[in-house]
């Protein structure tokens, strides 16, 4: 298909034409300069006209849903990752089978737009897999809903060994992320698995997997969400063991749910440990750094914010707070 016919087709889809491009100016000025007016006034109404009907053409948000086929989004997923990394796989897995049972305007999104995500965004920082969930569960969402169903996607992301699809290459030790940073989950399982190099092919492999994963984890709750299928009943998932002397506790941070397990020495404070938040990498390292052993010099969660880490800050004291609450008295 030429690149004229791939235009028509898209101002076809849009309710725009080449004629109605010309009159708003998208293809240049190309009338006399010594026009009448009632040939411009003329234009102008057409161009309105063109216009109104192209806008009307344009679902309003959220955009239409359909009910993904779970396999094929994994599948896609990890095959796409290949192409173009994490960030890509995922929006591309999830507009395919947009694109192909809804159309437009799924059709107007080009899945390369999300290229830039891979590597944490080139910074290590969101995992480039979940960026590309959550935009699209934003397209077809509204605010809240969006929001909850990524609150969702990122908490499973944090407390579940991955990768699970794994085809090619089996990876000896699937790891948790303890956050939903590219640096800290590619890391972790680096360092796991004795992989020093990043173009390693079980670090390859282990990314596309996790592409796969959060591709079909991401088109499983939005079929849940819009009814197209029951959410599976609620995992008995087992609770870290712990000591007598320890407890976990939650406290909400700037990017969703700080988890946090505290180790007690008689009535005293003796050590903080994070086990997993959802903070961006840099910003929220100040707090991270600094908050837990200042409550434990001071044997108090009254310390001083972390400049520049506020909410982080405060999500791990009202963490800390959390599990000393339950502490028998």
């Known amino acids: 298909m030429s690149k004229l016919e791939t235009r028509r087709t898209f101002l ?19 009338q006399p300069a010594a026009s ?6 003329a234009a102008s109404s057409e161009a309105t006209a063109t216009a109104a009907a192209a806008e009307a053409t344009i679902p309003a948000h959220p955009y239409p849903s359909c009910e993904f086929d779970l396999d094929r989004v994994q599948e896609l997923g990890y095959e796409s990752f290949y192409q173009n990394g994490c960030c890509f796989a995922v929006s591309n897995a999830l507009l395919t089978e947009l694109k192909e049972k809804v159309g437009f305007p799924y059709t107007a999104i ?3 737009m999300f290229v830039n995500g891979k590597a944490g965004y080139g ?12 935009a699209v569960i934003g397209l077809m969402c509204s605010p809240e809903d969006a929001s909850a169903i990524t609150k969702e ?11 699970i699809y794994q085809p090619e290459i089996t990876a000896e030790t699937p790891t948790i992320a303890k956050t939903v940073n590219c640096s800290d989950s590619v890391t972790a399982f680096m360092n796991a698995a004795g992989i020093t190099e990043m173009s390693d092919p079980r670090r390859m492999a282990r990314c596309g997997g996790v592409s796969a994963d959060v591709a079909r984890k991401t088109a499983e709750l939005l079929n849940i969400h819009f009814g197209y299928m029951d959410a599976a009943p609620a995992e008995n998932t087992a609770e870290e063991a712990l000591a007598d002397n320890e407890y976990i506790g939650e406290g909400e ?7 946090v397990k505290v180790t007690m020495d008689g009535d005293k404070i003796s050590k903080i440990e994070v086990l997993s938040h959802g903070e961006t990498a840099g910003v929220s390292d100040p707090a991270f750094e600094t908050i837990p052993d200042a409550i434990i010099k ?18 791990i004291i009202d963490a800390v707070n959390d599990a000393l609450s339950k502490v028998a008295k």
């Open 153 to 163: 996607l990122f908490s499973w992301y944090t407390s579940t060994n991955l990768p």
């Open 253 to 259: 941070g700037f990017g969703g749910t700080i988890k």
């Open 36 to 41: 009448s007016t009632a040939a411009s006034s």
């Open 298 to 315: 001071a044997q108090s969660t009254d310390v001083d914010l972390a400049a520049g880490a506020s909410f982080s800050s405060q999500g």
């Open 12 to 30: 076809k889809q849009t309710g725009l034409s080449l004629g109605g491009l010309a009159l708003l100016g998208l293809t240049g000025c190309s």
């Open 110 to 112: 080009p899945a390369e």
């Open 123 to 134: 910074a290590g920082t969101l995992c480039g897999s979940l960026g590309g969930a959550a």
